[in-house]
């Protein structure tokens, strides 16, 4: 496989589920990210996950829990969500350059996971 | 005031127009900034980079304004193909250890033949 891969592509979920999105990436980048999508909003920042370290939690609430084991995988673990939490969650890699004054080229996006919590 | 501003659109536009798409930036230090491309259901993908001096790529030019703080992508001689919303994205912040991207709402372009 190639580029960044999401698993699944749709999840459907109550709100008293617990489900884990899966994302990987065969690009070699050391950068991982979380976005969300919402319909007529811009896509939203989540986390960021730099060398395996979280570099970036942008206000989420403590319902979204991520987990970066490696450089290549990514996950987004979901409990008790609410149905406003439906939306395309993307998954996206980039190459960070340097240490400090660390610069990031170009982020590569995975198809998403369409979530429907209801 | 939203940090990245954009016409949602739809632009209808017929095959072989010329078609332009502004965007405004509200954090004067933002130094990169980048037109993505999304298909219908589908993840973006980097369009084209924007530079101070402006830049083209085959029908594609984009523009920047640092003192309007006004981004701009030019497309000639539309095609079908090019249907798709198209997302400015600026990145925040000067070097750092994150690669914040700020994205607008994205302007969906319907071309028509």
């Known amino acids: 496989e190639t580029g960044v891969t999401q698993t699944p592509r749709h999840l459907v979920m109550g709100m008293t589920n617990k489900k884990s999105l899966k994302c990987e990436q065969h690009?070699?980048?050391?950068?991982m990210y979380w976005y969300k999508q919402s319909a007529k909003k811009p896509l939203e920042l989540m986390f960021v996950?730099?060398?395996?370290?979280?570099?970036e939690n942008n206000s989420v609430p403590s319902r979204f829990s991520p987990e970066c084991p490696n450089s290549s995988h990514l996950f987004l673990h979901l409990h008790t969500l609410q149905p406003e939490d439906s939306a395309l969650y993307l998954c996206?890699?980039?190459?960070?350059?340097?240490?400090?004054?660390?610069?990031?080229?170009?982020?590569?996006f995975g198809p998403g996971t369409r979530l429907t919590v209801l | 005031r939203k940090e990245v501003e954009q016409d949602p659109g739809p632009f209808n536009v017929p095959e072989g127009a010329t078609v332009a798409f502004n965007c405004t930036y509200s954090?004067?230090?933002?130094?990169?900034f980048f037109w993505y491309r999304q298909d219908c259901r589908k993840e973006p993908k980097l369009l084209m980079s924007?530079?101070?001096s402006g830049n083209e790529d085959g029908r594609f030019t984009a523009q920047l304004n640092r003192a309007s703080q006004y981004i701009s992508l030019l497309i000639r001689d539309s095609k079908l193909s090019d249907s798709a919303t198209y997302l400015c994205?600026?990145?925040?912040?000067?070097?750092?250890?994150?690669?914040?991207?700020?994205f607008g709402t994205g302007t969906l372009l319907a071309v028509q033949p």
């Open positions: 996206a890699s980039s190459q960070k350059r340097g240490l400090a004054g660390a610069t990031y080229n170009e982020q590569f």
């Open positions: 690009l070699g980048h050391n950068a």
């Open positions: 924007v530079y101070s």
């Open positions: 996950y730099s060398l395996e370290e979280r570099v």
């Open positions: 994205v600026v990145k925040s912040g000067v070097g750092g250890a994150t690669n914040k991207l700020i």
């Open positions: 954090n004067s230090a933002s130094q990169s």
